[in-house]
Protein backbone atom coordinates (compact mmCIF):
# COMPACT_ATOMS: atom_id res chain seq x y z
CA UNK A 1 0.00 0.00 0.00
CA UNK A 2 1.08 3.65 -0.74
CA UNK A 3 1.45 5.28 2.64
CA UNK A 4 2.48 9.17 2.63
CA UNK A 5 3.87 10.12 5.89
CA UNK A 6 3.43 13.37 7.05
CA UNK A 7 3.88 15.43 10.82
CA UNK A 8 0.66 17.30 11.78
CA UNK A 9 0.74 19.63 14.80
CA UNK A 10 -2.12 18.57 17.57
CA UNK A 11 -3.44 22.62 17.51
CA UNK A 12 -4.56 21.60 13.40
CA UNK A 13 -5.33 18.35 13.54
CA UNK A 14 -9.02 18.32 14.06
CA UNK A 15 -10.05 21.00 11.62
CA UNK A 16 -7.51 19.00 9.20
CA UNK A 17 -9.18 15.63 9.60
CA UNK A 18 -12.33 16.91 9.18
CA UNK A 19 -11.07 19.02 5.82
CA UNK A 20 -9.77 15.42 4.78
CA UNK A 21 -12.96 13.09 6.12
CA UNK A 22 -15.22 15.70 4.30
CA UNK A 23 -13.55 15.04 0.98
CA UNK A 24 -14.84 11.64 -0.93
CA UNK A 25 -13.61 8.36 -0.61
CA UNK A 26 -11.93 9.15 2.66
CA UNK A 27 -12.24 7.19 5.73
CA UNK A 28 -10.47 7.17 9.66
CA UNK A 29 -8.36 4.53 10.10
CA UNK A 30 -6.90 4.02 13.09
CA UNK A 31 -6.06 6.28 15.89
CA UNK A 32 -3.19 4.99 18.19
CA UNK A 33 0.72 5.77 19.41
CA UNK A 34 3.79 4.42 19.24
CA UNK A 35 5.46 4.82 22.83
CA UNK A 36 2.96 7.62 24.64
CA UNK A 37 4.59 10.57 22.97
CA UNK A 38 3.01 10.99 19.83
CA UNK A 39 -0.57 10.29 17.88
CA UNK A 40 -0.40 8.08 15.48
CA UNK A 41 -3.65 8.99 12.64
CA UNK A 42 -4.10 6.68 9.45
CA UNK A 43 -6.41 8.42 6.93
CA UNK A 44 -7.61 5.62 4.12
CA UNK A 45 -8.15 6.48 0.67
CA UNK A 46 -10.63 4.05 -0.83
CA UNK A 47 -10.65 5.55 -4.47
CA UNK A 48 -7.03 5.59 -4.89
CA UNK A 49 -6.06 2.75 -2.55
CA UNK A 50 -3.72 4.86 -0.80
CA UNK A 51 -3.31 5.87 2.89
CA UNK A 52 -1.81 8.67 5.06
CA UNK A 53 0.05 8.22 8.30
CA UNK A 54 -0.34 11.54 10.29
CA UNK A 55 2.52 12.00 13.17
CA UNK A 56 1.44 14.85 16.23
CA UNK A 57 3.85 15.03 18.46
CA UNK A 58 2.90 15.41 21.96
CA UNK A 59 4.49 17.71 25.05
CA UNK A 60 2.20 16.12 27.45
CA UNK A 61 -0.26 13.35 27.86
CA UNK A 62 -3.06 15.18 27.16
CA UNK A 63 -4.32 16.18 23.53
CA UNK A 64 -7.86 18.02 21.63
CA UNK A 65 -10.18 15.14 21.51
CA UNK A 66 -11.40 14.59 18.03
CA UNK A 67 -14.92 13.50 18.76
CA UNK A 68 -16.97 16.49 19.11
CA UNK A 69 -16.15 16.82 15.61
CA UNK A 70 -15.80 13.29 14.47
CA UNK A 71 -18.03 10.77 16.25
CA UNK A 72 -16.24 7.70 15.33
CA UNK A 73 -13.33 8.93 17.00
CA UNK A 74 -15.07 8.42 20.60
CA UNK A 75 -14.31 4.86 20.90
CA UNK A 76 -10.44 4.45 19.73
CA UNK A 77 -9.95 7.94 21.92
CA UNK A 78 -11.32 5.63 24.64
CA UNK A 79 -8.59 3.39 24.34
CA UNK A 80 -5.25 5.40 23.76
CA UNK A 81 -6.22 6.35 27.18
CA UNK A 82 -6.23 3.15 28.44
CA UNK A 83 -3.28 1.95 26.38
CA UNK A 84 -0.91 5.06 26.37
CA UNK A 85 -2.52 7.50 29.25
CA UNK A 86 -3.18 10.30 26.56
CA UNK A 87 -6.19 12.36 28.21
CA UNK A 88 -8.28 13.57 25.10
CA UNK A 89 -9.55 16.90 26.41
CA UNK A 90 -13.00 17.59 25.40
CA UNK A 91 -13.99 14.14 24.82
CA UNK A 92 -17.86 14.19 25.51
CA UNK A 93 -18.18 11.02 27.37
CA UNK A 94 -14.95 9.81 28.61
CA UNK A 95 -14.51 5.85 30.31
CA UNK A 96 -12.51 3.10 30.41
CA UNK A 97 -12.15 0.96 27.53
CA UNK A 98 -10.12 -2.33 28.12
CA UNK A 99 -8.97 -1.93 32.00
CA UNK A 100 -10.81 -1.77 34.77
CA UNK A 101 -10.91 -0.24 38.20
CA UNK A 102 -8.49 -3.21 39.31
CA UNK A 103 -5.59 -1.64 37.61
CA UNK A 104 -4.14 1.06 39.64
CA UNK A 105 -4.39 4.65 37.72
CA UNK A 106 -0.91 4.81 36.44
CA UNK A 107 -0.81 2.09 34.90
CA UNK A 108 -0.33 2.21 31.29
CA UNK A 109 0.50 -0.76 29.63
CA UNK A 110 2.18 0.09 26.22
CA UNK A 111 4.32 3.04 27.36
CA UNK A 112 7.61 2.36 28.43
CA UNK A 113 8.12 5.35 31.01
CA UNK A 114 5.92 7.79 33.19
CA UNK A 115 4.66 11.23 31.12
CA UNK A 116 5.31 14.21 32.46
CA UNK A 117 1.57 15.12 33.55
CA UNK A 118 1.13 12.35 36.16
CA UNK A 119 -2.51 13.46 37.19
CA UNK A 120 -4.43 11.02 35.91
CA UNK A 121 -8.40 11.01 36.10
CA UNK A 122 -9.85 8.00 38.44
CA UNK A 123 -10.05 4.89 36.74
CA UNK A 124 -13.75 4.20 36.80
CA UNK A 125 -16.87 3.60 34.49
CA UNK A 126 -19.43 4.91 35.79
CA UNK A 127 -23.00 4.00 33.79
CA UNK A 128 -25.09 6.76 31.95
CA UNK A 129 -27.96 7.50 34.48
CA UNK A 130 -31.63 7.94 32.69
CA UNK A 131 -33.93 9.84 34.70
CA UNK A 132 -37.62 9.75 35.08
CA UNK A 133 -40.53 7.95 36.91
CA UNK A 134 -40.53 3.89 36.30
CA UNK A 135 -37.41 3.85 34.85
CA UNK A 136 -35.36 0.65 36.07
CA UNK A 137 -32.03 -0.91 35.05
CA UNK A 138 -31.49 -4.24 34.21
CA UNK A 139 -27.63 -5.47 34.35
CA UNK A 140 -26.83 -8.52 32.32
CA UNK A 141 -23.11 -9.99 31.94
CA UNK A 142 -19.94 -9.66 31.83
CA UNK A 143 -20.80 -14.04 32.22
CA UNK A 144 -23.56 -15.18 30.02
CA UNK A 145 -25.47 -18.48 29.47
CA UNK A 146 -23.43 -20.87 27.30
CA UNK A 147 -19.91 -20.02 26.02
CA UNK A 148 -19.71 -17.05 24.19
CA UNK A 149 -17.21 -14.33 25.61
CA UNK A 150 -17.30 -12.36 28.28
CA UNK A 151 -19.00 -8.38 28.58
CA UNK A 152 -21.21 -6.61 30.74
CA UNK A 153 -24.43 -4.79 29.31
CA UNK A 154 -26.73 -2.37 31.34
CA UNK A 155 -30.34 -1.29 29.63
CA UNK A 156 -32.55 1.32 31.21
CA UNK A 157 -35.49 0.72 30.32
CA UNK A 158 -39.50 1.85 30.79
CA UNK A 159 -41.44 -1.40 31.43
CA UNK A 160 -39.98 -3.17 28.21
CA UNK A 161 -38.96 -0.23 26.36
CA UNK A 162 -35.17 -0.01 26.14
CA UNK A 163 -33.80 4.01 26.66
CA UNK A 164 -30.20 3.44 26.71
CA UNK A 165 -27.31 0.63 26.81
CA UNK A 166 -24.05 0.87 28.25
CA UNK A 167 -21.46 -1.82 27.18
CA UNK A 168 -19.05 -2.75 28.68
CA UNK A 169 -15.76 -4.68 27.62
CA UNK A 170 -12.01 -5.10 28.21
CA UNK A 171 -12.60 -8.90 30.40
CA UNK A 172 -10.95 -10.69 27.87
CA UNK A 173 -7.81 -7.97 27.72
CA UNK A 174 -4.80 -10.00 26.82
CA UNK A 175 -1.93 -7.98 25.73
CA UNK A 176 -1.68 -8.97 22.45
CA UNK A 177 0.00 -6.04 20.88
CA UNK A 178 2.43 -5.94 22.96
CA UNK A 179 2.94 -9.42 23.28
CA UNK A 180 3.38 -9.58 19.29
CA UNK A 181 5.95 -7.54 19.39
CA UNK A 182 8.09 -9.16 21.77
CA UNK A 183 7.68 -12.33 19.87
CA UNK A 184 10.56 -13.38 16.81
CA UNK A 185 8.69 -12.46 13.02
CA UNK A 186 8.48 -15.94 12.60
CA UNK A 187 5.81 -16.70 16.03
CA UNK A 188 3.76 -13.73 15.29
CA UNK A 189 1.51 -15.10 12.91
CA UNK A 190 0.35 -17.68 15.58
CA UNK A 191 -0.57 -14.75 17.93
CA UNK A 192 -2.56 -12.60 15.06
CA UNK A 193 -4.39 -15.82 13.83
CA UNK A 194 -5.69 -16.37 17.93
CA UNK A 195 -6.73 -12.64 18.14
CA UNK A 196 -10.39 -13.96 17.52
CA UNK A 197 -10.55 -17.52 16.49
CA UNK A 198 -13.63 -17.10 14.03
CA UNK A 199 -11.51 -14.92 11.98
CA UNK A 200 -8.41 -16.44 11.39
CA UNK A 201 -7.49 -15.87 8.33
CA UNK A 202 -8.35 -12.80 8.07
CA UNK A 203 -6.18 -12.03 10.97
CA UNK A 204 -3.44 -13.91 9.86
CA UNK A 205 -3.52 -12.04 6.26
CA UNK A 206 -3.98 -8.28 7.81
CA UNK A 207 -0.61 -9.43 9.58
CA UNK A 208 1.34 -11.27 6.67
CA UNK A 209 0.01 -8.23 4.36
CA UNK A 210 1.98 -5.14 6.62
CA UNK A 211 4.88 -7.05 7.11
CA UNK A 212 4.82 -7.61 3.21
CA UNK A 213 3.98 -3.93 2.98
CA UNK A 214 7.11 -3.20 5.42
CA UNK A 215 8.99 -5.05 3.60
CA UNK A 216 8.29 -4.04 0.30
CA UNK A 217 8.34 -7.78 -1.56
CA UNK A 218 5.98 -9.16 -3.80
CA UNK A 219 3.64 -12.56 -2.97
CA UNK A 220 3.47 -14.84 -5.88
CA UNK A 221 0.19 -15.18 -7.65
CA UNK A 222 -0.71 -18.46 -6.52
CA UNK A 223 -0.29 -17.51 -3.27
CA UNK A 224 -2.58 -14.62 -3.43
CA UNK A 225 -5.52 -17.00 -5.00
CA UNK A 226 -4.97 -18.86 -2.18
CA UNK A 227 -5.22 -16.93 0.51
CA UNK A 228 -8.71 -14.93 -1.05
CA UNK A 229 -9.42 -18.50 -1.64
CA UNK A 230 -8.93 -19.30 2.52
CA UNK A 231 -10.73 -15.63 3.43
CA UNK A 232 -13.88 -16.28 1.28
CA UNK A 233 -14.31 -20.27 2.91
CA UNK A 234 -14.02 -18.54 5.85
CA UNK A 235 -16.70 -15.69 5.31
CA UNK A 236 -18.96 -18.49 4.17
CA UNK A 237 -18.79 -20.38 7.21
CA UNK A 238 -18.79 -18.04 9.78
CA UNK A 239 -22.06 -16.16 7.63
CA UNK A 240 -23.97 -18.95 8.21
CA UNK A 241 -23.35 -19.60 11.61
CA UNK A 242 -24.75 -16.26 11.81
CA UNK A 243 -27.75 -16.71 9.91
CA UNK A 244 -28.20 -19.86 11.87
CA UNK A 245 -27.44 -17.82 15.15
CA UNK A 246 -30.42 -15.45 13.99
CA UNK A 247 -32.65 -18.54 12.83
CA UNK A 248 -32.45 -19.89 16.88
CA UNK A 249 -33.24 -16.30 18.39
CA UNK A 250 -36.31 -16.61 16.58
CA UNK A 251 -37.38 -20.05 17.31
CA UNK A 252 -36.86 -20.97 13.83
CA UNK A 253 -35.08 -24.25 14.98
CA UNK A 254 -35.25 -26.54 11.70
CA UNK A 255 -33.29 -23.51 9.81
CA UNK A 256 -31.27 -23.27 12.42
CA UNK A 257 -29.98 -26.64 13.06
CA UNK A 258 -29.88 -27.16 8.85
CA UNK A 259 -27.80 -24.28 8.74
CA UNK A 260 -25.41 -26.01 11.44
CA UNK A 261 -24.91 -28.45 9.79
CA UNK A 262 -24.05 -26.80 6.23
CA UNK A 263 -21.51 -24.78 8.69
CA UNK A 264 -19.93 -27.90 8.94
CA UNK A 265 -19.40 -28.57 5.21
CA UNK A 266 -17.78 -25.02 5.10
CA UNK A 267 -15.40 -26.27 7.54
CA UNK A 268 -14.51 -28.88 5.55
CA UNK A 269 -13.85 -26.50 2.80
CA UNK A 270 -11.64 -24.84 4.99
CA UNK A 271 -9.99 -28.13 6.48
CA UNK A 272 -8.95 -28.95 2.45
CA UNK A 273 -7.13 -25.96 1.75
CA UNK A 274 -5.56 -25.07 5.37
CA UNK A 275 -4.83 -28.80 6.81
CA UNK A 276 -7.26 -27.83 9.54
CA UNK A 277 -11.10 -26.50 9.67
CA UNK A 278 -10.05 -24.06 12.26
CA UNK A 279 -7.72 -22.68 9.19
CA UNK A 280 -4.58 -21.67 11.25
CA UNK A 281 -0.90 -22.27 10.39
CA UNK A 282 -2.14 -21.23 6.42
CA UNK A 283 -1.16 -17.84 5.85
CA UNK A 284 2.21 -16.36 6.64
CA UNK A 285 3.92 -13.78 5.66
CA UNK A 286 5.77 -14.41 2.20
CA UNK A 287 2.62 -16.35 0.82
CA UNK A 288 1.43 -20.00 1.95
CA UNK A 289 2.51 -22.76 3.97
CA UNK A 290 1.36 -25.68 2.00
CA UNK A 291 -0.35 -26.20 -1.31
CA UNK A 292 -3.48 -27.43 -1.29
CA UNK A 293 -3.88 -28.35 -4.95
CA UNK A 294 -4.40 -32.25 -4.66
CA UNK A 295 -7.77 -30.79 -2.80
CA UNK A 296 -8.97 -28.25 -5.41
CA UNK A 297 -11.26 -30.79 -7.54
CA UNK A 298 -12.87 -31.92 -4.19
CA UNK A 299 -13.01 -28.69 -2.65
CA UNK A 300 -14.97 -27.54 -6.19
CA UNK A 301 -17.51 -30.25 -5.43
CA UNK A 302 -17.67 -29.44 -2.01
CA UNK A 303 -18.49 -25.85 -2.85
CA UNK A 304 -21.47 -26.82 -5.70
CA UNK A 305 -23.24 -29.47 -2.72
CA UNK A 306 -23.06 -26.44 -0.98
CA UNK A 307 -24.32 -23.61 -3.26
CA UNK A 308 -27.37 -25.89 -3.73
CA UNK A 309 -28.09 -27.43 -0.35
CA UNK A 310 -27.86 -23.68 1.41
CA UNK A 311 -30.61 -22.50 -0.65
CA UNK A 312 -33.24 -24.20 0.64
CA UNK A 313 -32.76 -23.11 4.23
CA UNK A 314 -32.05 -19.75 3.33
CA UNK A 315 -34.81 -19.25 0.80
CA UNK A 316 -37.34 -20.68 3.87
CA UNK A 317 -35.94 -18.06 6.17
CA UNK A 318 -36.70 -14.73 3.53
CA UNK A 319 -40.10 -16.40 2.83
CA UNK A 320 -41.67 -17.29 5.96
CA UNK A 321 -44.03 -14.60 6.92
CA UNK A 322 -43.48 -14.65 10.49
CA UNK A 323 -40.14 -14.65 10.45
CA UNK A 324 -40.12 -11.91 8.55
CA UNK A 325 -41.92 -10.07 10.73
CA UNK A 326 -39.68 -10.93 13.84
CA UNK A 327 -36.82 -9.16 11.84
CA UNK A 328 -38.22 -5.91 10.26
CA UNK A 329 -37.92 -2.74 11.90
CA UNK A 330 -35.79 -4.27 14.91
CA UNK A 331 -33.12 -2.78 15.62
CA UNK A 332 -32.46 0.06 12.87
CA UNK A 333 -29.37 2.52 12.57
CA UNK A 334 -29.71 4.71 9.93
CA UNK A 335 -27.37 5.73 7.06
CA UNK A 336 -26.48 8.95 8.66
CA UNK A 337 -25.28 7.58 11.87
CA UNK A 338 -23.68 4.69 10.27
CA UNK A 339 -21.48 7.15 8.22
CA UNK A 340 -20.75 8.74 11.23
CA UNK A 341 -19.31 6.18 13.70
CA UNK A 342 -17.71 4.78 10.87
CA UNK A 343 -19.82 1.40 10.52
CA UNK A 344 -18.26 -1.15 8.24
CA UNK A 345 -18.96 -4.93 6.33
CA UNK A 346 -22.30 -6.18 6.73
CA UNK A 347 -23.43 -3.74 9.44
CA UNK A 348 -22.35 -0.82 7.39
CA UNK A 349 -23.71 -1.81 4.14
CA UNK A 350 -27.36 -2.97 5.44
CA UNK A 351 -27.85 0.92 5.91
CA UNK A 352 -26.69 1.81 2.47
CA UNK A 353 -22.97 2.25 2.68
CA UNK A 354 -21.67 0.61 -0.07
CA UNK A 355 -17.78 0.23 0.98
CA UNK A 356 -15.76 -3.13 0.91
CA UNK A 357 -12.13 -3.31 1.43
CA UNK A 358 -11.49 -5.87 -1.18
CA UNK A 359 -12.72 -3.27 -3.88
CA UNK A 360 -10.07 -0.70 -2.50
CA UNK A 361 -7.00 -1.97 -0.83
CA UNK A 362 -4.75 -5.15 -1.63
CA UNK A 363 -4.79 -8.29 0.49
CA UNK A 364 -5.25 -11.20 -1.21
CA UNK A 365 -6.29 -10.87 -5.13
CA UNK A 366 -8.01 -8.06 -4.29
CA UNK A 367 -8.65 -5.48 -5.53
CA UNK A 368 -7.09 -7.09 -9.10
CA UNK A 369 -10.59 -9.27 -9.03
CA UNK A 370 -13.97 -7.59 -9.42
CA UNK A 371 -17.03 -8.20 -7.26
CA UNK A 372 -20.67 -7.14 -6.55
CA UNK A 373 -20.74 -5.50 -3.43
CA UNK A 374 -24.28 -6.37 -1.52
CA UNK A 375 -26.17 -4.10 0.32
CA UNK A 376 -29.55 -3.05 1.54
CA UNK A 377 -31.21 0.56 2.95
CA UNK A 378 -32.86 -0.70 5.92
CA UNK A 379 -30.65 -0.63 8.42
CA UNK A 380 -32.46 -3.51 10.58
CA UNK A 381 -32.05 -6.97 11.09
CA UNK A 382 -33.64 -8.07 8.13
CA UNK A 383 -31.28 -6.23 6.21
CA UNK A 384 -28.48 -7.45 7.82
CA UNK A 385 -29.97 -10.79 7.48
CA UNK A 386 -30.25 -10.49 3.96
CA UNK A 387 -26.56 -8.86 3.10
CA UNK A 388 -25.54 -11.93 4.77
CA UNK A 389 -27.27 -14.18 2.80
CA UNK A 390 -26.11 -12.45 -0.50
CA UNK A 391 -22.63 -12.73 0.74
CA UNK A 392 -22.98 -16.06 1.05
CA UNK A 393 -23.86 -17.00 -2.09
CA UNK A 394 -21.16 -14.20 -3.78
CA UNK A 395 -18.48 -16.02 -2.50
CA UNK A 396 -19.87 -19.35 -2.90
CA UNK A 397 -19.58 -18.06 -6.77
CA UNK A 398 -16.18 -16.48 -5.61
CA UNK A 399 -14.55 -19.56 -4.52
CA UNK A 400 -15.48 -21.20 -8.12
CA UNK A 401 -14.18 -18.91 -10.04
CA UNK A 402 -10.92 -18.77 -7.91
CA UNK A 403 -10.56 -22.49 -8.03
CA UNK A 404 -11.30 -21.92 -12.00
CA UNK A 405 -8.61 -19.61 -12.40
CA UNK A 406 -6.19 -20.98 -9.87
CA UNK A 407 -2.78 -20.08 -11.25
CA UNK A 408 0.54 -22.21 -11.54
CA UNK A 409 3.61 -21.11 -9.39
CA UNK A 410 5.31 -20.87 -6.28
CA UNK A 411 2.81 -20.22 -3.01
CA UNK A 412 6.19 -18.74 -1.02
CA UNK A 413 9.00 -16.28 -1.08
CA UNK A 414 11.10 -15.55 1.70
CA UNK A 415 11.10 -12.09 3.53
CA UNK A 416 14.29 -10.73 3.68
CA UNK A 417 16.88 -11.20 6.37
CA UNK A 418 16.21 -8.04 8.31
CA UNK A 419 13.11 -5.28 8.57
CA UNK A 420 13.92 -1.73 7.42
CA UNK A 421 14.48 0.78 9.84
CA UNK A 422 12.07 3.33 10.56
CA UNK A 423 9.17 1.95 8.63
CA UNK A 424 5.88 1.67 8.68
CA UNK A 425 3.52 -1.18 6.70
CA UNK A 426 -0.46 -1.40 6.64
CA UNK A 427 -2.36 -4.28 6.07
CA UNK A 428 -6.41 -3.98 5.75
CA UNK A 429 -8.51 -6.58 4.82
CA UNK A 430 -12.13 -7.78 4.51
CA UNK A 431 -13.09 -9.79 7.24
CA UNK A 432 -16.64 -11.46 7.50
CA UNK A 433 -17.01 -8.63 10.12
CA UNK A 434 -15.82 -5.72 7.87
CA UNK A 435 -12.51 -3.61 7.91
CA UNK A 436 -9.81 -5.07 9.70
CA UNK A 437 -6.33 -3.06 10.37
CA UNK A 438 -2.91 -4.31 11.16
CA UNK A 439 -0.28 -1.76 11.40
CA UNK A 440 3.35 -2.79 12.70
CA UNK A 441 6.36 -0.03 12.79
CA UNK A 442 9.76 -0.35 13.25
CA UNK A 443 12.61 1.32 15.25
CA UNK A 444 15.95 2.43 14.26
CA UNK A 445 17.59 -0.70 14.52
CA UNK A 446 14.66 -2.31 12.22
CA UNK A 447 13.61 -4.23 15.15
CA UNK A 448 9.53 -4.49 15.87
CA UNK A 449 8.60 -1.12 18.33
CA UNK A 450 4.39 -1.07 17.49
CA UNK A 451 2.17 -3.16 16.57
CA UNK A 452 -1.51 -2.21 16.01
CA UNK A 453 -4.69 -3.93 15.42
CA UNK A 454 -8.13 -2.46 14.61
CA UNK A 455 -10.70 -5.09 14.53
CA UNK A 456 -14.31 -4.44 12.76
CA UNK A 457 -15.76 -4.60 15.77
CA UNK A 458 -14.30 -1.18 17.36
CA UNK A 459 -16.38 0.45 15.09
CA UNK A 460 -19.66 -1.42 15.52
CA UNK A 461 -20.16 -1.83 18.67
CA UNK A 462 -21.90 1.64 18.93
CA UNK A 463 -23.68 0.39 16.15
CA UNK A 464 -25.36 -2.07 18.92
CA UNK A 465 -25.78 0.25 21.53
CA UNK A 466 -27.66 3.02 18.58
CA UNK A 467 -29.66 -0.26 17.32
CA UNK A 468 -31.35 -1.14 20.85
CA UNK A 469 -33.05 1.92 21.55
CA UNK A 470 -36.87 2.64 21.34
CA UNK A 471 -37.09 -1.71 21.12
CA UNK A 472 -38.21 -4.19 23.18
CA UNK A 473 -35.53 -5.70 25.67
CA UNK A 474 -36.54 -8.90 24.48
CA UNK A 475 -35.29 -7.76 20.92
CA UNK A 476 -31.75 -7.54 21.86
CA UNK A 477 -30.42 -10.92 21.90
CA UNK A 478 -31.66 -10.68 17.99
CA UNK A 479 -30.23 -7.37 17.57
CA UNK A 480 -26.97 -8.59 19.28
CA UNK A 481 -26.71 -11.64 16.84
CA UNK A 482 -27.82 -9.60 14.04
CA UNK A 483 -24.06 -8.08 14.29
CA UNK A 484 -21.49 -10.79 15.50
CA UNK A 485 -19.56 -8.84 17.20
CA UNK A 486 -16.23 -9.63 18.38
CA UNK A 487 -15.62 -9.45 22.42
CA UNK A 488 -11.86 -10.89 21.66
CA UNK A 489 -10.96 -9.13 18.48
CA UNK A 490 -12.11 -5.10 20.38
CA UNK A 491 -10.24 -6.64 24.38
CA UNK A 492 -7.25 -7.59 22.41
Known sequence: MRLKELTVLDIDRAAMLQERLHQPGTRLGLITSIDGAQLITLILHTVSGEAELWHT??????????TPHIAQAHWQERSVWDMFGLFPVGHPRLKHNLLHQAFRESFFPLVPGALEDSAFPHRSHTPMKVSGSGIYEVPVGPIHAGIIEPGHFRFSCLGEVVYNLEIRLGYLHRGVEKRIVETPLSKQRFIAEAVASDSAVAYALA?????????????PDRALYLRSLAL????????????GGLAGDIGYLGVA????????????????????????GFVCPGGVLLDPDNH???????TAQLQNKILSPLNALLSNQ????????????????????????????????VYDVRQHFPHGIYPQVSLAVNSESGGDVLSRTKVRIAEVKSSLNIIQSFI???????????????????SFGIGVVESHRGELIHMACTDEFGKLKRYAI????????????????????????????????SYGGHDL
Request: with cysteine; net charge neutral; proline share 4%.
Open 57 to 66: PLQSNRYQSL
Open 207 to 219: HATAIEDLCDIEV
Open 232 to 243: EVERVAMHISDL
Open 257 to 280: ATLSRLRGVALQMGELICGSRLMR
Open 296 to 302: LLQLQTL
Open 322 to 353: VAIDRLDKIGRVSRRLAADFGLTGPTARASDL
Open 404 to 422: DSMPAGSVFRNLPRDLPAN
Open 454 to 485: KDASVNNWTALAIAVRSNLLADFPLCNKSFAL
